[in-house]
Every structure is written in structure tokens, then in C-alpha cells.
């Protein structure tokens, strides 16, 4: 009866040996080879240009026409750069993903919903805890004012903190490039957790769907992050460039500092960091293969371990 339920099956158990794993890691080998100069290859054929204007110098022409901080940086593209292009804008030594500032917002508010964020925005609650007095946002996009007494909406330190500097592109000729500024965020979140509330002309200082404002909702996890602010679908030939800005958001307070980044991408992205990591592996499975050799050749005569050759009682 015991033979009986006992199961007989006929297995195969490997003979794992030198041969065996110089075989292997040599495999291996060639593939992280192959994965880490592909992504070297492709990496190199992207541009990157970053201009990094935390101190950048107000231009008179400009400023003196505006409101606002206005500077001009000249910046030369080395060669032709294919479309589409993508424009960032870069904070380092930012640190957005504070627990304090990561709670302090409402999800429901910016669903739409009309609720109590006075728990939930504790600290940046009202207008006068949110801005300044001269701050702009007092005034939104549709003309409306507010008074320092009014429930900020949205609310929130992380809503507070909005990076709110705009850029423009112009060629050497003093050419205007269009930017493209829809488009660039998560279109479920998008559609799904930011929506104007009822009468957000007069309840909203910002537009909640506004595309870089809920890019910058979105908390980044290291203190060096790059969000996307637009898109360029016309190719740009190598040339002499104006980065034309207006210079709104006060990074000083921060000790942090700010850049422009323009850059082609495909795929593989800008950064060739991944590619020397393969290339690293294939160096370390190479030491390994090495090592193996060595030990196979002065252990030739004598006789490998097998698991298969064992007897069990």
C-alpha cells in the first residue's frame, strides 16, 4: 500500500560545475555588455543643455515693461536638436517632500469638493497665510480679489510653495519659438483628482487644472528633481539662443537654486549613468569568469563534487 501512494517520478538535477558557471556568467556577460553600450550609444546621441540662473541679473529692457524680475540668457544649441524637445525646470537642494508640507493639503478640495480644509491646511489656511500682501495670486486669472480673510483655495504648504516662473525662447534673430504647455501632466490625475470646485472664478486663486500645478502637486522623493513645465515640436538647428524669463519664484529663502533644462530624449533617456552600471556588471562577471578559469585548470586532474553521484540511506 505505502509503494503504492508513493509517488515515482523521474527528475533531472543539473551537475553544477566549473564549466557550468563560466558558461553562465559568460552569457550574462554578453548581455549586460550589449545593454550597457546600447544605452551608452543612444544616451550620447541626446543634448542636454542646463542653465542654471539662481542668480541670473535682471534685464532693464524687460523689467522696466513688467512687474516682474525679467532676465535674458544667451546659450548657444551645439548642434541640431530633433523634435519633440522637452523644457524642465530644475530645483536642487529642494526639499519638497518634508513630511509637514507632503500632509498639508486635501484631496477632496481639489477633487472639487466642497469641504472644511481647515484641519487638513492647518498653517496655510486663510489668504494671509498663504501669500504676502503684495503677492499676485490676491488677483486670479479671472479678476477676481481677494481679501486676507478669505479661505485659501486650494490650500496647503505644498500648494503655497507653487513654482511659478515662466518661460519663453527666442532665436538669435529675436524669432519667438512656441511652446507647447499642454499636455505635460498625468492625464488620469488630470481627469480624475484636479477639478474646478462651483464658482471657482471666485473661490479659486489658481486654477487647479492648470497643468504645471498639478505637476508640482505631485511631491518628488529626492531634493534634486526636475518636473516638466513644456514641449517643443519643431526641431531647432544649432544656433545662438535667448532664454527670455521671468524670474517670480524666490529660491533664496530656500538656499537652494534653480535651473532651465532643454533637452531630446528617447526612451533611454539623457543620462548614460544606467549604461556604465551594465558595463560595471560585465566587468565584475569577466574577474568571476577569470577566477574560474584559474580554479578549473589546477583542479582539472582531481574529482568535482556531483550531487548526483551521492547515495542516501
Known sequence: ????????????TPEWNSKCSIITDLILLVFCLFIGVTL???SKKNIEIDLDYTNCVPNQEFTQSSNNKVCRIQFKIPKKISAP????????NFFLNHRKIIESKDWNELRGEDVDTKSSCKGAYLMSEM??????????????????????SPCGL???????????????????????????SDQYQKTNFFKRRKEYMTKQWIDVENEHFINWMNVETFSTFKKLWGRINIDLKADNYYLILNDNYDIAKYDAKKSFVLQNANTFGVSNKI??????????????????????????????????KLKWD
Open 275 to 308: 549604461g556604465y552600471f551594465f558595463i560595471g556588471i560585465s566587468v565584475y562577471l569577466l574577474l568571476v569568469i577569470l577566477v574560474l578559469f584559474v580554479k578549473y585548470f589546477l583542479n582539472k586532474e582531481k574529482k568535482e563534487f556531483n550531487i548526483n
Open 1 to 12: 500500500m505505502e509503494k503504492l501512494l508513493r509517488q515515482e517520478l523521474s527528475s533531472y
Open 158 to 184: 505644498l500648494a503655497r510653495s507653487y513654482f511659478n516662473d515662466t518661460y519663453n525662447l527666442t532665436y538669435n534673430n529675436g524669432t519667438y519659438i512656441f511652446i507647447n504647455e499642454t499636455g505635460i
Open 85 to 92: 524637445i522637452f523644457i524642465y525646470y530644475k530645483l536642487s
Open 131 to 152: 501669500f504676502s500682501k503684495n503677492s499676485p495670486y490676491y488677483r486670479n486669472e479671472w479678476g477676481h480679489n481677494f481679501t486676507d480673510d478669505d479661505i485659501a
Open 40 to 42: 551608452i550609444a543612444f
